[in-house]
T-cell receptor, first 115, second 113 residues
Framework: DTGVSQDPRHKITKRGQNVTFRCDPISEHNRLYWYRQTLGQGPEFLTYFQNEAQLEKSRLLSDRFSAERPKGSFSTLEIQRTEQGDSAMYLC?????????????FGEGSRLTVL | AQKVTQAQTEISVVEKEDVTLDCVYETRDTTYYLFWYKQPPSGELVFLIRRNSFDEQNEISGRYSWNFQKSTSSFNFTITASQVVDSAVYFCALRSNTDKLIFGTGTRLQVFP
């Protein structure tokens, strides 16, 4: 059983460009989460999915951000018109459904640098 | 409001010393879950432990131990006889009536040989 995988691991882009990150969760994990982590801070919740349904979005997720999980498997996080403040590590996590108690399983993250 | 506070930004110890990482949480919920994660330089958050609010029994796993005290809203983590491989950032997290984890700001532990 493979873990959560994220792609790309690193992305350098110029301000104003669009970027997209992909996350493949652990198979049969129905819940998928996106977090953002900046230097010296803990991960901050962005959004999460139960299967293909996006159930919650943080107010951190401006309208330049959009996340999808079209078939309830992998997910994409797109950032449009990137700004330097978007530079961060974007973490994906998954967990089985039906419980609020379990831990989240994290991927290694996608590091974004906006020049 | 729910909040996790890790007041120690960075701790440095010499190998074989014991070290305790502090975690204080805030929640109005009576049912909640507390977690510790380790983030090594590779970046992947590694789950260490989960504790629910009804179980205040302390836990020991090898060199790791956790002290959960509801009276002080604390969930502290102790590493006994630290090793260089323990060097990482450690995060405490809270999960209650929502489906997301709320993390503290982390404590960077450096263990020197």
């Amino acid at each position: 059983d493979t873990g959560v995988s994220q792609d790309p691991r690193h992305k350098i882009t110029k301000r104003g460009q669009n970027v997209t990150f992909r996350c493949d969760p652990i198979s049969e994990h129905n819940r998928l989460y996106w977090y953002r982590q900046t230097l010296g801070q803990g991960p901050e919740f962005l959004t999460y999915f139960q299967n293909e349904a996006q159930l919650e979005k943080s107010r951190l997720l401006s309208d330049r951000f959009s996340a999808e999980r079209p078939k309830g498997s992998f997910s994409t996080l797109e950032i449009q018109r990137t700004e330097q403040g978007d530079s961060a590590m974007y973490l994906c996590a998954s967990s089985p459904s039906g419980t609020h108690t379990g831990e989240l399983f994290f991927g290694e993250g996608s590091r974004l640098t906006v020049l | 409001a729910q909040k996790v506070t890790q007041a120690q930004t960075e701790i440095s110890v010499v190998e074989k010393e014991d070290v305790t990482l502090d975690c204080v949480y805030e929640t109005r919920d009576t049912t909640y879950y507390l977690f510790w994660y380790k983030q090594p330089p590779s970046g992947e958050l590694v789950f260490l432990i989960r504790r629910n609010s009804f179980d205040e029994q302390n836990e020991i796993s090898g060199r790791y131990s956790w002290n959960f005290q509801k009276s002080t809203s604390s969930f502290n983590f102790t590493i006994t006889a630290s090793q260089v491989v323990d060097s990482a950032v450690y995060f405490c997290a809270l999960r209650s009536n929502t489906d997301k984890l709320i993390f503290g700001t982390g404590t960077r532990l450096q263990v020197f040989p």
